[in-house]
């Protein structure tokens, strides 16, 4: 499927405004995949269903994630969840999608995961600061992935987990063991602190 195919195909499951979204993800995960030398055609395939299942009732994707025999912490650290995991599965069945590079970038982008893949990595990433996005400190992360890719991973985790506790809700945990695989790697690269 070449990308005007892809387009094609994702638009009538979004938004407009996550269709844009989607685009943002797209051109920044290009950018973010050429500095890490990951493969360009396999990252912007990813960007392009990572939010698949966005709109799919709750219902359905959590009877995908108990079907598929998933980590059930995806059902009960809050919805926002389903739609990574569930995605991952519906893109390789109604897509036809089958490379798992992409299929576990997807499947991993909305939580993160120690142990990130690069390609995981650039669709995490380019997720939390295509141009669209607008969080709290969404610049900072901007600017550490100019230099340091792991460094600007770090803060989008690091900005998820504090706006997950301001608000009272869960963390998930697998959100948390990215976070502290990514600060203990630095730490080692910095020879402690
Ligand atoms: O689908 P998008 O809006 O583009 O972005 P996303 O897939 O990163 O989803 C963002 C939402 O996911 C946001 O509401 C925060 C939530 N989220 C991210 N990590 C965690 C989380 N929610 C919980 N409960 N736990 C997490 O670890
Ligand atoms: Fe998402
Ligand atoms: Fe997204």
Not at 129 to 138: A, C, D, M, S
Not at 150 to 174: C, H, I
């Amino acid at each position: 499927m070449n990308r005007k195919e892809a387009l094609e195909t994702v638009k009538p499951h979004l938004t407009e405004h996550r269709y844009r979204h989607t685009l943002g993800v797209r051109d920044a995960a290009l950018t973010l995949a050429e500095k890490l030398g990951v493969d360009q055609d396999k990252a912007e395939m990813a960007a392009i269903f990572h939010d698949y299942a966005k709109f799919r009732s709750k219902d359905e994707m959590r009877g995908i994630i108990k079907e598929q025999q998933m980590d059930e912490d995806f059902i009960h650290y809050g919805d926002e969840l389903l739609h990574a995991p569930a995605g991952a599965h519906l893109v390789k069945k109604e897509i036809g999608i089958t490379d798992e590079e992409i299929l576990s970038a997807i499947f991993w982008h909305t939580t993160g995961r120690p142990g990130m893949s690069d390609m995981e990595k650039v669709i995490f990433l380019a997720d939390y600061i295509e141009p669209n996005r607008k969080f709290p400190g969404v610049e900072q992360a901007r600017e550490k992935a100019e230099t340091d890719i792991d460094e600007a991973v770090r803060t989008a985790l690091s900005n998820t987990v504090t706006f997950l506790l301001q608000k009272n809700q869960p963390v998930f945990p697998g959100t948390l063991e990215a976070y502290n695989d990514v600060t203990f790697k630095k730490q080692q690269n910095e020879g402690g602190e």
